[in-house]
């Protein structure tokens, strides 16, 4: 089984800051890795598909790259709404989460 | 648009059986590359996956968990059932069902949850 990693684990930023929080799989899954936000007591959210692909309806501050094992998250200038953790997720597997709180 | 909402029971009992039932509207899931996936988050903890049905009745389960799942639909009524046996505290969690995309390309092939569902708290005690 591919096993997801996300680094770092939780991180304090201010708002305006950019933020950018990477996901590694064990094994190359080619691009097909997405991104979710989850607020507390919320779903979870799908913010980024296909590795680099913004869902509709999501700001552009949000953006993904990466392909093989490598991919990263990046929120261009932290908003307040933004506080929360994130999840990437292949196939049939999430990684473990980042908390995203106020510095 | 797109809803789907979990519903089933909120407190089991050590060793019984959830059936939870996920009804959903805005898509058909006869339609190819479509699926509905059953994902869980015990209380401040990540998100673990646990099932997923596909359009052509196609099934992926948890390896951890597959001995005691079972998913399956009902497309004339637009549900997903999803039943997990011999249930213990440790499966205390919200229960989320979720649509499914799954896109192929040549030889790779991947796919995403979008939208979910409310979620549903499943509290396992005695």
Redesign the interface.
């Known amino acids: 089984d591919i096993q997801m990693t996300q680094s770092p684990s939780s991180l304090s930023a201010s708002v305006g800051d950019r933020v950018t929080i990477t996901c590694r799989a064990s094994q190359s899954i080619s691009s097909y890795l997405n991104w979710y936000q989850q607020k507390p007591g919320k779903a979870p959210k799908l913010l980024i598909y296909a590795a680099s692909s913004l869902q509709s309806g999501v700001p552009s501050r949000f953006s993904g790259s990466g392909s093989g094992t490598d991919f990263t998250l990046t929120i261009s200038s932290l908003q307040p709404e933004d506080f929360a953790t994130y999840y990437c997720q292949q196939k049939f597997t999430f990684g473990p989460g980042t908390k995203v709180d106020i510095k | 648009q797109i809803t789907l909402k979990e519903s089933g029971p909120t407190l089991v009992k050590p060793t019984q059986t959830l059936t939870l039932t996920c009804t959903f509207s805005g898509f058909s899931l006869s339609t190819s590359g479509v699926g509905v996936g059953w994902?869980r988050q015990p209380p401040g903890k990540?998100?673990?996956?646990l099932a997923?049905i596909y359009w052509n009745d196609d099934k992926?389960y948890?390896?951890s968990l597959k001995s005691r799942l079972t998913i399956t639909k009902d497309t004339s009524k637009n549900q997903v059932v999803l039943t997990m046996t011999n249930m213990d505290p440790v499966d205390t969690a919200t229960y989320?069902c979720a649509h499914a995309l799954v896109?192929v390309v040549a030889a790779?092939?991947?796919?995403?949850?979008?939208?979910?569902?409310?979620?549903t708290l499943v509290t396992v005690s005695s």
Not at chain 2, 108 to 119: V, Y
């Open positions: 994902i990540a998100l673990e996956w997923l992926r948890s390896p989320y896109v790779t092939w991947g796919n995403w949850f979008d939208p979910w569902g409310q979620g």
